[in-house]
């Protein structure tokens, strides 16, 4: 499906900007700090008051610490802008509940039940979510080499059959990791 075209007339009510951070530290270890800021274009009426155009309503900062194993060692969080001070930010320090948990191993589930609904911040939360990916961006070339796994391994590289294009029965697996790939059930020639 194509792009939708945007109207030439429509007006900027709204931004949202995701910024994600990652940190190689002296001692081994990395920190990842992920910000998320909302900005209204216009003056928006909240319940404490008026909330001037360009004037943040949310923006918060998760910080985890990782290893090389992306097992997090710490993390918190701070809320730096939000709707209701002294409400949105009593949150204390819930996101310690993310230590512990490995970025490649069921972190989204256990951030949904360690800290979903009102065990935190729906914001932060949410912002937790993106960071698997992130870390991995960052480790590749530093911490680890997809491209390098050793070819007599039984293990397939873990990016495959996580994206379209990086699909066990597609052309880049074909060409770059052909003891992996293997054709589409409806190809001449499968295996059933």
């Known amino acids: 499906m194509a792009l939708p075209p945007a109207a030439p007339d429509r007006q900027h009510r709204h931004g949202r900007r995701i910024d994600v951070q990652v940190y190689a530290r002296p001692d081994g270890l990395w920190e990842v700090d992920a910000t998320i800021t909302d900005i209204k274009a216009r003056d928006w009426k909240l319940a404490g008051g008026v909330l001037p155009a360009g004037t943040p309503l949310h923006d918060m900062l998760l910080r985890l610490v990782v290893d090389t194993d992306m097992q997090v060692v710490a993390a918190g969080a701070e809320s730096r802008w939000t709707p209701y001070p002294g409400e949105c930010d009593a949150y204390g320090d819930a996101y310690a509940a993310l230590v512990g948990l490995n970025l490649r191993r069921g972190f989204r589930r ?49 990016q495959l059959d996580r994206c379209h294009a990086l699909r066990r029965d597609g052309e880049v697996v074909r060409l770059h990791y052909p003891k992996w790939h293997h054709r589409a059930a409806d190809e001449p020639g499968a295996v059933a």
């Open 110 to 158: 256990a951030v949904q039940e360690r800290l979903g609904g009102v065990r935190g911040c729906t914001h932060i939360t949410e912002l937790a979510q993106l960071l698997p990916t992130a870390v991995i961006q960052a480790f590749v070339g530093e911490v680890s080499d997809a491209r390098s796994r050793n070819p007599a391994s039984e293990q397939p590289p873990f």
